[in-house]
């Protein structure tokens, strides 16, 4: 069994001002060699990457993280990780927000809601090295003091909700809440671990949804994830696991 292996002293912070991306100053690194377990932040981003070939707008104020894993676990365990990094992101919001904030909820696959709204990106990418090991990078972007003015659906920040910390504090929970779900996830039937986490944070589970997918879109039933991380959505003839799609809310 596997397990623990995730221990405080593997893991490091190099704090950067300005960078194109954190996740490419990560990714940099693994390509030198850098060993798994390091965190780098910077205040602020010239060349923020989204999902899907988006950019994410990055100010002085918001924080900006990316952690670097070397072949974390056996490659078909990596579907799962995106729900362990967006619970240990739900984590840490809780730390940080008063009482009085809306409810923070995951919508699937791991976009941190604070009352529906978006409140940080996760971003996760992956890459073979030169010397056959596995490089992934978890890329995080929480909105502290600034959210987009626009955007295609609900935005807000942590300042809006309420919470008074800064980029710094965030980042000290999510730095000790990462370590707890890593080894959560690490350990032996952790992954079945995980996904019961994430359910009970999830928000739609049991509604009406719609399913963006590259060439078409479904309405259905969202009954809930599978054990590998997979999107459960029952239309009239049938269920379907979902691996990658844009969700829509349709009950309110
Ligand atoms: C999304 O589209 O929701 C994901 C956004 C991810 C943004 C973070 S900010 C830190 C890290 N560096 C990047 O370039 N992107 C991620």
Same mark, same amino acid.
């Given at each position: 069994?596997?397990? %623990? ?42 060349? %923020?990457? %989204? ?8 100010? !002085? ?11 974390? +676990? ?46 940080? @990106? ?9 010397? @056959?090991?596995?490089?992934? !990078? ?15 659906? %609900? ?6 909700? @309420? ?9 000290? &929970? ?14 032996? &039937?952790?992954?079945?671990? !995980? ?21 078409? +879109? ?21 269920? &379907? ?12």
């Amino acid at each position: 069994e596997r397990g %623990g292996s995730y221990s405080l002293e593997n893991f490091r912070h190099l704090a950067l001002g300005e960078v194109s991306s954190t996740n490419t100053e990560c990714l940099t690194r693994a390509r030198q060699g850098e060993a798994s377990g390091l965190w780098i932040t910077a205040e602020r981003q010239t060349a %923020g990457r %989204g999902r899907r070939g988006r950019a994410w707008t990055s100010e !002085v104020g918001n924080l900006y993280a990316s952690l670097l894993l070397i072949d974390p +676990s056996p490659p078909e365990l990596l579907s799962s990780l995106p729900l362990a990094v967006s619970l240990a992101v739900h984590w840490t919001l809780r730390r940080v927000l008063p009482a009085t904030a809306e409810a923070v909820e995951i919508k699937w696959p791991n976009d941190v809601l604070i009352g529906r709204k978006k409140s940080c @990106g996760i971003l996760l990418e992956a890459e073979i090295l030169p010397d @056959g090991r596995r490089a992934v !990078v978890c890329g995080i972007g929480i909105n502290i003091r600034h959210r987009p003015e626009t955007a295609p659906y %609900g935005v807000t920040s942590l300042q809006e909700q @309420g919470a008074t910390s800064s980029a710094g504090e965030v980042f000290t &929970h999510l730095f000790d809440e990462m370590i707890q779900i890593l080894n959560i996830w690490d350990h032996g &039937h952790g992954v079945a671990e !995980v996904t019961r986490f994430w359910r009970s944070a999830a928000c739609g589970i049991g509604t009406m949804i719609r399913v963006n997918l590259p060439d078409r +879109s479904l309405d259905g039933v969202f009954v809930g994830i599978d054990d590998d991380g997979l999107l459960i959505l029952e239309t009239e003839n049938r269920l &379907h696991h979902i691996a990658a799609g844009d969700v829509f809310l349709l009950e309110t």
